[in-house]
């Protein structure tokens, strides 16, 4: 006991004087809650409120001093104590110290065992020279490799093997590309796609010439619109043409596709094309016709089925979806996308 008390003595004197007097401030508040509690049960209730508030503003700033620095940040650590001691009478003090020395000086240790640390994979189009290959089908690796890569000579490459592939499925690939940090892959990217377009644009520059000519045959003008039609189509089929252009195309296509038809209505292909132009410009009536006539001149019900089908989920026709897709349940066997969708609806 003795050696408490010098222990006691020897920090006294030993510490500031601002931490002398947050402890001689403590100690009042806490004497002064005391007294309150003694008014209060002498039936002297206003006496005691004013007295607990007398108390409560002597307890925050002693509490402050008791916190670590780092936790002194502004007067709402002030406020908030306050708040607290004035809502909780006597004990609120005691236990805010308790919880300051126990939480605050001795935070809980973060156990790091529980963490495993594996080797992160590695990231696509970042093998080595000797494995690293592109196929005409390994789009996800390209689409990887242009969006994790650091490497920018294999985001080249990836672009480059975008070559070997459809405009359908190439275009989207150099789309992304164009979002590309380097320079050089944008421009690459941006180059094949302007060769792409301009391609096209020459076909239908060409095609257009020649139908100014009055002595053009029957056939001739239909061979001439049949291609122009093809070619719109291949604008915005592979996403070339987008928004109101697109529209635009689509509408030339149909256009084209309506005259080659006006010269030979017997031709199967044409009617086909033609229904699908009419499915993206949601002329879903027009488009049906045109399925049933393309039917009627050699196409087979499973080819146009899906078609069918198409048209019949927009318009909300589901029963009708249903028995499309069952007529091509035999062509879903091997393909995994259509196999997907026909065990959705069947």
């Not at 008014?39 to 409560?56: G, P, Q, S, T």
């Not at 700033?61 to 306050?82: A, D, E, Q, S, T």
């Not at 290959?133 to 890569?149: A, E, Q, V, Y």
């Not at 391609?199 to 053009?216: F, N, P, V």
Request: proline share 3%; net charge positive.
């Amino acid at each position: 006991m003795q050696l408490a008390n010098n222990n006691v003595i020897s920090y006294w004197k030993t510490s500031q004087p601002e931490i002398q007097l947050a402890i001689l401030l403590f100690i009042a508040g806490f004497g002064l809650e005391l007294w309150a509690l003694h008014l209060l049960l002498n039936n002297m209730l206003l006496k005691a409120l004013i007295i607990h508030v007398f108390a409560a503003l002597h307890t925050p700033w002693p509490l402050c001093k008791f916190m670590p620095k780092h936790f002194r940040i502004n007067y709402g650590v002030l406020l908030l104590l306050f708040t607290l001691c004035l809502f909780i009478p006597l004990v609120s003090g005691i236990c805010l110290l308790i919880s300051f020395s126990l939480g605050l000086y001795n935070p809980k240790s973060i156990n790091k065992k529980f963490l495993k640390v594996n080797n992160l994979p590695t990231p696509p189009g970042e093998g080595t020279a000797n494995t690293l290959s592109f196929s005409p089908f390994s789009s996800g690796l390209i689409i990887g490799t242009l969006k994790f890569s650091q490497d920018e000579d294999k985001r080249i490459k990836a672009v480059l093997a975008t070559r070997q592939m459809e405009n359908q499925t190439s275009i989207p690939l150099l789309r992304i590309a164009l979002l590309d940090s380097s320079d050089e892959v944008r421009l690459l990217a941006f180059s094949m796609l302007d060769n792409k377009q301009k391609k096209i644009d020459t076909i239908i520059h060409r095609e257009l010439m020649k139908l100014r000519s009055s002595k053009l045959q029957p056939d001739e003008k239909k061979s001439i619109h049949q291609t122009l039609a093809e070619a719109f189509w291949e604008l915005s089929y592979s996403t070339l043409a987008e928004g109101r252009v697109r529209v635009h195309t689509l509408n030339s296509a149909k256009q084209h596709v309506i005259e080659a038809l006006k010269i030979q209505n017997n031709e199967a292909g044409l009617h086909l094309l033609h229904a699908r132009i009419a499915i993206l410009l949601n002329s879903y009536e027009e488009a049906s016709n045109a399925l049933t006539l393309a039917n009627t001149y050699g196409v087979s019900n499973i080819k146009i089925a899906s078609y069918r089908a198409e048209i019949a989920f927009e318009l909300k026709q589901f029963n009708e979806v249903s028995q499309h897709i069952q007529i091509i349940d035999k062509l879903a066997q091997n393909n995994m996308i259509l196999n997907g969708i026909v065990r959705q609806w069947i």
